[in-house]
């Protein structure tokens, strides 16, 4: 495996296994990041219409000096856009402000917040039929949602013409969210991990740390590379410019079934995901 490496998703096209979050980071941290990610070998970039910083990844990306085809590059619907006519326009303004051209996967990124608390299942779905036509006319290559439950995901696939491709959820030791992960599986599914460590919180874990320190690698590299042995696509984040190399260093070992169980078991030890049919926002 490589940074290159791909899972293939249901619709034939090619994801890379581990992609770089920039999630809470500033536009100028966004900029610098991905640059940084680019430059280290990273070709999966994440963001979100609700990080406001998808300017600041499309100039980082143009300015990368790589090839838009060979990045793969993924934003989301924000909460209050939800429906058909604003997500058409939500879509179109992700495009102007990330000016690269087309998005590769394009994210529901909550399932029932608030604004449409009261018809969340309609209102997934008449934004998904604009997801679909968006794809029909080139600007998005792959559907996928974000926090999405099973009882949230049957019946948008009901009405789906075109079936998600990834779920992104809350994915580190401190919860695996079994119940999403093997319907996402079931599926064929992409099961992505977004905060792959705990927002900060893992690296507290004695338990990883001692299992980090037996491997000579960092808390960081250990719970990533867990993630990519359980078929998982964790998003590492950063602003630091060595943190960046240092999280993609993970094809130089791997971690023992024992170890692996040992980790499994580290349920509720650095904060779990926040239920989605109850957030405020």
């Known amino acids: 495996m490589t940074l290159t490496t791909t899972y293939q998703m249901h619709n034939g096209l090619e994801i890379p296994i581990i992609g770089f979050g920039t999630w809470q980071s500033s536009p100028q941290e966004a900029m610098d990041s991905v640059l940084w990610a680019l430059d280290t070998g990273y070709r999966h970039i994440d963001t979100a ?17 790589v090839f838009r085809d060979d990045i793969f590059l993924t934003t989301k619907l924000a909460n209050k856009h939800h429906g ?34 009261d018809n969340w299942a309609e209102a997934n779905a008449a934004s998904w039929k604009a997801m679909e036509e968006a794809v029909d006319e080139g600007k ?30 809350l994915l580190n030791p401190s ?9 996402n599986k079931e599926h064929n599914i992409v099961s992505e ?39 998982f696509l964790p998003l590492p984040k950063t602003v630091t410019k060595e943190r960046v190399a240092e999280n993609a260093d993970l094809f130089d070992f791997e971690i023992s079934s024992e170890d692996m169980t040992v980790i499994d078991k580290l ?15």
């Not at 998005?140 to 019946?155: A, D, K, Q, T």
């Not at 919860?175 to 319907?183: G, L």
Request: proline share 5%.
């Open 49 to 65: 219409a609700a990080y406001g910083n998808e300017a600041a990844v499309g100039k980082a990306i143009r300015e990368s000096g």
């Open 84 to 117: 058909y006519e604003q997500t058409k326009a939500a879509i179109d303004n992700s495009l102007e402000e990330l000016d690269c051209g087309y998005i590769d996967l394009y994210l529901i990124h909550w399932p029932n917040p608030v604004y449409s608390r």
């Open 140 to 169: 998005i290559r792959s559907l996928g949602v974000s926090n999405f439950l099973p009882h949230h995901l049957e019946p948008l696939m009901e009405a789906a013409r075109i079936q998600p491709a990834v779920n992104q959820i």
């Open 175 to 183: 919860d695996m969210q079994k119940t999403v992960t093997q319907f």
């Open 193 to 231: 991990a977004y905060s792959p460590l705990g927002t900060g919180r893992i690296f507290d874990v004695e338990e990883l740390q001692n299992l980090a320190h037996n491997y000579g690698k960092s808390v960081a590299q250990l719970v990533l590379r867990w993630s990519l042995q359980h078929g």
């Open 267 to 281: 349920k509720g030890r650095a904060g779990q995901a926040k239920d989605p049919d109850t957030i405020e926002f």
